[in-house]
């Protein structure tokens, strides 16, 4: 039986202001949003062309929930962002100032970076290397 991840949760201090930072910080669109209750939204996003696995922003309602904001990797890498352009994509991501916290980097299986959501999360933004094409000139000479 074929198995697929659907979302991943992802807390948030405020439905909001994670709304603006994901659609117009990353570009991501809105994949559902449908109030459970007065306090409470199903507020699903995902990037733009993704047929993948989604996020679920999910407001803290809970002293325990709050204290893990921005720590749900325990400091490491928490989340995966691909893309089939770098450049052009992390250039759209320092005009909206988005935190990087390294320069991008040439590795075995592409260009990565790594960079922090608004809530501190360190997210790896990487176009893998396409073993049919040639491997990129450096980000310097574009």
Do not use: C
Not at 34 to 41: E, H
Not at 74 to 88: A, E, I, K, Q
Not at 119 to 133: A, E, M, V
């Amino acid at each position: 039986m074929p198995q697929s991840l659907a979302h991943v949760t992802l807390l948030v201090r405020n439905y909001e202001e994670a709304l603006v930072f994901f659609t117009e910080a990353l570009g991501f669109r809105v994949i559902e949003d449908t109030p459970l209750s007065v306090a409470k939204r199903w507020l699903v996003v995902a990037p733009p062309g993704s047929g993948g696995t989604s996020l679920l922003l999910a407001q803290a309602d809970t002293p325990e929930q709050v204290q893990q904001i921005g720590k749900q990797a325990g400091g490491r890498v928490f989340l995966f962002l691909h893309t089939d352009d770098f450049l052009r994509d992390y250039r759209l991501m320092q005009a909206s100032n988005v935190k990087f916290l390294e320069t991008p980097r040439h590795e075995s299986y592409g260009i990565i970076a790594v960079f922090e959501d608004l809530y501190g999360n360190k997210w790896d933004f990487l176009q893998p290397n396409d073993p049919n094409t040639p491997k990129p000139l450096p980000l310097e000479s574009r």
